[in-house]
Nanobody, 115 residues
Framework: QMQLVESGGGLAQPGGSLRLSCAAS????????MGWYRQVPGKQRELVAR???????IYGDSVKGRFTISRDNAKNTVNLQMNSLKVEDTAVYYC?????????WGQGTQVTVSS
């Protein structure tokens, strides 16, 4: 049974930092593409960052230069370091795992950026 467990959400001030982590179990993690997505009420879920099995990364335009995605295959974890946070980064953040032909989602973790 594949599981994704997220941690690290919470409240931050504008300009501050948060770090999200996602732990995966029950799957060959090193072969999977991992990602973080976010969603606010009334809007579609959007890509934040993605990291491929070979280590290549892509980022959403709104987070480039501020967020960094990384993975630790030995620990089956993917992390998202979020710096220079903005109010508009407020959302529920979801961990995503893609391993052909399946896609899995975590339960989501709330990130709120407010003064």
């Amino acid at each position: 049974q594949m599981q994704l467990v997220e941690s690290g959400g919470g409240l931050a001030q504008p300009g501050g930092s948060l770090r999200l982590s996602c732990a995966a179990s029950g799957i060959i993690f090193s072969r999977a593409t991992m990602g973080w997505y976010r969603q606010v009420p009334g809007k579609q879920r959007e890509l934040v960052a993605r990291i491929f099995s070979g280590g290549g990364t892509i980022y959403g335009d709104s987070v480039k230069g501020r967020f960094t995605i990384s993975r630790d295959n030995a620990k089956n974890t993917v992390n998202l370091q979020m710096n220079s946070l903005k109010v508009e980064d407020t959302a529920v953040y979801y961990c995503n795992l893609f391993l052909v032909p399946d896609t899995y989602w975590g339960q989501g973790t709330q990130v709120t950026v407010s003064s």
